[in-house]
């Protein structure tokens, strides 16, 4: 492949780049076709040529934003009665996190412009790592499998086991398998965890399971990202009581019951950057 280019590449190099570059005739981006040789390739190959030197403006619509609507499709498990949420994107992994809902007995129905309804009919107790706090906290107990391995690196669940236990609950690891319950037999209850560093799933599920705990839950070293402050928000729009998001300590009051909100979820920031 180098010895097709290298021609036009030579070429480039001795040429002043800024010759063309405020000609206001010459087109903004040209397509132009490489003769090659049928023995080197029987397809033509093409380049892109794109000559700066001008302005750049407009508006573009950023999706909604990946990291904050998982954490918050599996919050609809806090609320009782459906749940309308505005901007979610259409990924695979929304459709997976989707679908562990559907095998838990919620009603997805997905409607235009990234508009889903979410109707929380749970019975169930198992499904993905992810909606083991709000499960946790709203029925009293919990069997989820072990999350899956990650390309970026091991993610370990220490934090989260910690952080559940210091709500009152009893969690062990048996088979591949997280099992948690409520040690007084109804519901988790309010106390004090220190992460023993700002991770934000681990925020995201302690925040989740203390919003239905009963009393105060104070966490301190947290994660400050935008998702979570996302996640506070739409959790305080069903009824909860999360003050502090955004900072590095969360207060909860937790509260017997939350209900289905109206929340629309922010713009994908790597999206925006990108």
Same mark, same amino acid.
């Given at each position: ?134 499960? #946790? *906290?709203? /029925?009293?107990? $919990?069997?989820? %499998?072990?999350?899956? +391995? ?6 370990? =669940? ?72 996302? #996640? *506070?928000? /739409?959790?305080? $729009?069903?009824? %909860?009581?999360?003050? +502090? ?6 207060? =909860? ?22």
């Amino acid at each position: 492949m180098a010895s097709i280019f290298q021609p036009w590449i030579n070429k480039s190099i001795h040429k002043k780049p800024t010759t063309n570059f405020l000609r206001k005739t010459h087109p903004v981006c040209q397509i132009s076709t490489l003769q090659t040789s049928p023995i080197e390739t029987p397809f033509p190959e093409q380049k892109l040529v794109i000559v700066g030197g001008t302005t750049q403006s407009g508006h573009v619509n950023i999706s909604g934003s990946k990291n904050s609507a998982l954490p918050i499709l599996a919050g609809t498990l806090c609320c009782s009665g459906p749940s309308k949420l505005h901007n979610i994107p259409n990924l695979s992994d929304i459709t997976t996190m989707m679908s562990v809902l559907r095998s838990l007995g919620v009603r997805i129905e997905v409607l235009s412009n990234g508009q889903v309804i979410v109707d929380n009919l749970v019975s169930k107790i198992r499904g993905g790592f992810f909606v083991l706090g709000p499960i #946790l *906290a709203r /029925f009293g107990e $919990a069997v989820v %499998a072990l999350p899956g +391995g990650c390309d970026i690196g091991a993610r370990p =669940i220490d934090l989260y086991i910690q952080g559940l236990r210091s709500l009152g609950a009893v969690v062990e690891v048996k088979n591949g398998k997280v099992c948690a319950h409520a040690a007084n037999g109804r519901r988790l209850v309010g106390g004090n965890f220190l992460l023993g560093y700002p991770s934000v799933g681990a925020t995201e599920t302690l925040m989740m399971a203390a919003s239905l705990a009963d009393g105060k839950t104070v966490l301190s070293n947290v994660a400050k990202e935008p998702e979570v402050v996302d #996640l *506070a928000e /739409f959790l305080n $729009a069903s009824g %909860a009581s999360v003050e +502090g998001a955004g900072s590095s300590t969360l207060v =909860i009051n937790g509260k017997k019951r939350l209900h289905g909100p109206e929340h629309t979820v922010i713009p994908d920031r790597i999206e925006a950057g990108t």
